[in-house]
T-cell receptor, first 115, second 111 residues
Framework: GAVVSQHPSWVICKSGTSVKIECRSL??????MFWYRQFPKQSLMLMAT?????????EQGVEKDKFLINHASLTLSTLTVTSAHPEDSSFYIC???????????FGNGTRLTVT | QQQVKQSPQSLIVQKGGISIINCAYE??????FPWYQQFPGKGPALLIA?????SEKKEGRFTISFNKSAKQFSLHIMDSQPGDSATYFC??????????FGTGTRLLVSP
């Protein structure tokens, strides 16, 4: 149980285009999902908290107009990187909990490369 | 105060040896301390976790030791195997609200 699925697992896009990453909780409902970013050989940095049916809460320094988050249902959250630039190239990982006081489970991440 | 300091940055252990990774925190409101294992190109996977009312938790070859007064906790991997070679992250959380990760430890278990 507690499977979090991300799609795509990797994507290459041209500078200036937008990319959408999907995060699904396969066997549970998640009112809250979290989006992390990880640079090579570095730790995970929380970008935003995605709440079903409401606006996402962004961490300090994260551009909300660049990283659009939509949590339209209890099993799906999406992260759209708008007008991507090479510096947006990174490993993006989503996570979710099965309940209020339960461990955080992570997806397998999406490797974004912007050329 | 939200930081979690992790050491060492990298670790090489011989097969069968004990791997020890340490973490320290400042925020005394943290009440949940998980460890995650991450293989290259994959998301982190929960390994083991502990609450501050317990000083030690063991699951198979993995043990967390927790010292509340020192605000430190550590992961011990007994009988380390080459398949344990991965990056390990400690983390801390207050009220299951927002997980704060340590900087990570790259473990290499030599055959």
């Amino acid at each position: 149980g507690a499977v979090v699925s991300q799609h795509p697992s990797w994507v290459i896009c041209k500078s200036g285009t937008s990319v959408k990453i999907e995060c699904r909780s396969l066997d549970f409902q998640a009112t809250t999902m979290f989006w992390y970013r990880q640079f090579p050989k570095q730790s995970l940095m929380l970008m935003a908290t995605s709440n079903e049916g409401s606006k996402a809460t962004y961490e300090q320094g994260v551009e909300k107009d660049k990283f659009l988050i939509n949590h339209a249902s209890l099993t799906l959250s999406t992260l759209t990187v708008t007008s991507a630039h090479p510096e947006d190239s990174s490993f993006y990982i989503c996570s979710a909990r099965t309940g209020g006081y339960s461990p955080l489970h992570f997806g397998n991440g999406t490797r974004l490369t912007v050329t | 105060q939200q930081q979690v300091k992790q050491s060492p940055q990298s670790l090489i252990v011989q097969k069968g040896g004990i791997s020890i990774i340490n973490c320290a925190y400042e925020n005394t409101a943290f009440d949940y301390f998980p460890w995650y294992q991450q293989f290259p190109g994959k998301g982190p996977a929960l390994l083991i976790a502990i609450r501050p009312d317990v000083s030690e938790k063991k699951e198979g070859r993995f043990t967390i030791s927790f010292n509340k007064s020192a605000k430190q906790f550590s992961l011990h991997i007994m009988d380390s195997q080459p398949g344990d070679s991965a990056t390990y992250f400690c983390a801390a959380e207050e009220g299951f609200q927002k997980l704060v990760f340590g900087t990570g430890t790259r473990l290499l278990v030599s055959p």
